[in-house]
């Protein structure tokens, strides 16, 4: 909760009780109302202070400051203050650093060359758009262990101060939060209101829904007005807000597609978006398993970007491997990535080229090797 401001009327007591003190000395005075002057400015600015440390969204309550700011501290050093103050506190725990999520994609994330590119144009577009006119929504397919939480994560990272761990980040997994069908009304009665709260308290917020394959169409229905093209909705604007849908739908089809190119003799890196496009939104479509075939979410266009992520190969498990030794404070050692990446199994059976389960077991496999 944003604290009330006592200020205004410690001003007002302070000030009245110098007016009434007419046999105290000039000075006395001065000295009196200078520290009244001071301590209302440093309560008028200690919102300013608590959000320092703890994080906040939007700066709107320093409007109701504002007033016993300027007449605490001087109009124009008050709004010298106010202005930096007002500007401090959204940019430091929310703003895109689009360097970082370039540096964090092009670093940290193997064998996605078509998910990195899309994400990054997505992000930094959305990001840098005062007006949006509707909330941006990415759904992210592939194999598992492919880095969709860890694109989500990569993200969270460089849009919030705090990153997943930020107040403004939530995260919804059909089979815990919503696992039992005969709940339905219930659970999108909740949903709503949850998003609703949510980005009624922060504008700028980011909801993460994992296992979205596995979540009830009705479900996925009831969310739809929010990713929608509305101005507001019952006073509420959504439109700044970051919806992410993973799933492994349409990932055999990225398989099947990654697997042509490696059998032509073709570079990986030569898979372009218009390769899988189609062929992922038919696997989504057809999919009678997956939640997002009943909904009119594709065909509203109310997903701006479908982002296929391919299967890993040995050399991204390589990667991987050394990637989580650096994390771990340990000298990358090349012949126990090579190791750990050997352990893993491949498939198709005969060509061997893809990792069963990406680089999900990697962390947990580098235990015995280290
Ligand atoms: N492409 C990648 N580049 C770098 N690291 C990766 C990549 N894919 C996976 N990883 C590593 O493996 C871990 C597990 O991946 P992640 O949870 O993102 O997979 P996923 O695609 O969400 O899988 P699932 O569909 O099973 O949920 C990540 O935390 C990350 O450390
Ligand atoms: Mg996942």
């Given at each position: 909760?944003?604290p009330?401001?006592?200020?205004?009327l410690l001003?007002?007591?302070?000030?009245?009780?110098g007016?009434?003190?007419?046999a105290?000395?000039?000075?006395?005075?001065s000295?009196?109302v200078?520290?009244a002057?001071?301590?209302?400015?440093?309560l008028a600015?200690?919102?300013?202070?608590f959000?320092?440390f703890?994080?906040c969204?939007?700066?709107?309550?320093?409007?109701l400051?504002?007033?016993?700011?300027v007449v605490?501290?001087?109009?124009?050093?008050?709004r010298t203050?106010?202005?930096?103050?007002?500007?401090s506190c959204?940019p430091k725990?929310?703003a895109?650093?689009?360097?970082g999520?370039?540096?964090?994609?092009d670093?940290?994330l193997?064998g996605?060359h078509?998910?990195?590119?899309?994400i990054l144009?997505?992000v930094s577009?959305?990001m840098?758009?005062?007006n949006?006119k509707?909330p941006?929504v990415?759904s992210l397919h592939?194999?598992?262990?492919t880095g969709?939480?860890f694109?989500?994560q990569l993200?969270?990272?460089?849009v919030y101060?705090e990153?997943m761990?930020s107040s403004?980040?939530?995260i919804?997994t059909?089979?815990l939060?919503f696992?039992?069908?005969?709940?339905?009304e219930?659970?999108?009665?909740?949903?709503q209101q949850?998003i609703?709260?949510?980005?009624?308290?922060?504008?700028?917020?980011?909801?993460?829904?994992?296992?979205?394959?596995?979540?009830h169409?009705g479900l996925?229905?009831s969310?739809?007005?929010?990713?929608?093209?509305?101005d507001?909705?019952?006073?509420?604007s959504y439109r700044?807000a970051i919806?992410?849908?993973?799933?492994?739908a349409?990932?055999?089809?990225?398989?099947?597609?990654?697997?042509?190119?490696w059998?032509?003799?073709r570079?990986r890196?030569?898979i372009?978006?218009?390769d899988?496009?189609?062929?992922?939104?038919l696997?989504?479509?057809?999919n009678k398993?997956?939640?997002l075939?009943?909904?009119?979410l594709?065909?509203?266009n109310l997903?701006?970007?479908f982002?296929?992520?391919?299967?890993?190969?040995?050399?991204?498990?390589v990667?991987?491997?050394m990637?989580?030794?650096?994390?771990?404070?340990h000298?990358p050692?090349?012949s126990?990535?090579d190791?750990?990446?050997?352990?893993?199994?491949?498939?198709?059976?005969?060509?061997r080229?893809?990792?069963?389960?990406?680089?999900k077991t990697?962390e947990?496999k580098?235990?015995y090797?280290l």
């Amino acid at each position: 909760m944003v604290p009330k401001k006592p200020h205004a009327l410690l001003l007002w007591m302070l000030v009245c009780s110098g007016g009434s003190t007419e046999a105290i000395e000039p000075i006395s005075t001065s000295i009196a109302v200078g520290m009244a002057a001071a301590l209302t400015g440093f309560l008028a600015t200690y919102p300013n202070i608590f959000y320092y440390f703890n994080e906040c969204c939007r700066p709107e309550w320093i409007s109701l400051n504002k007033t016993a700011l300027v007449v605490g501290i001087g109009a124009t050093l008050g709004r010298t203050i106010y202005n930096y103050l007002h500007e401090s506190c959204e940019p430091k725990w929310i703003a895109l650093n689009a360097t970082g999520l370039k540096v964090d994609l092009d670093r940290k994330l193997f064998g996605q060359h078509i998910a990195s590119r899309i994400i990054l144009k997505a992000v930094s577009g959305f990001m840098s758009n005062d007006n949006p006119k509707k909330p941006l929504v990415l759904s992210l397919h592939g194999w598992t262990g492919t880095g969709k939480n860890f694109v989500s994560q990569l993200i969270a990272d460089n849009v919030y101060k705090e990153g997943m761990d930020s107040s403004f980040v939530h995260i919804f997994t059909s089979e815990l939060h919503f696992p039992h069908a005969s709940q339905l009304e219930t659970y999108k009665s909740q949903l709503q209101q949850w998003i609703k709260g949510n980005v009624t308290n922060c504008a700028h917020s980011m909801f993460i829904f994992d296992e979205m394959d596995k979540m009830h169409p009705g479900l996925i229905d009831s969310i739809k007005p929010y990713l929608d093209y509305y101005d507001k909705l019952d006073g509420v604007s959504y439109r700044k807000a970051i919806f992410i849908f993973l799933s492994n739908a349409g990932g055999e089809s990225i398989t099947q597609t990654a697997l042509d190119f490696w059998k032509a003799g073709r570079d990986r890196e030569e898979i372009e978006l218009r390769d899988l496009e189609t062929l992922l939104s038919l696997a989504v479509f057809n999919n009678k398993k997956s939640g997002l075939w009943h909904t009119s979410l594709i065909d509203k266009n109310l997903v701006d970007f479908f982002v296929p992520f391919l299967p890993l190969e040995y050399r991204h498990v390589v990667q991987c491997a050394m990637a989580e030794m650096i994390v771990r404070g340990h000298q990358p050692n090349p012949s126990v990535a090579d190791q750990v990446a050997r352990d893993v199994v491949y498939f198709p059976k005969t060509e061997r080229v893809f990792s069963v389960k990406g680089c999900k077991t990697i962390e947990s496999k580098l235990d015995y090797y280290l």
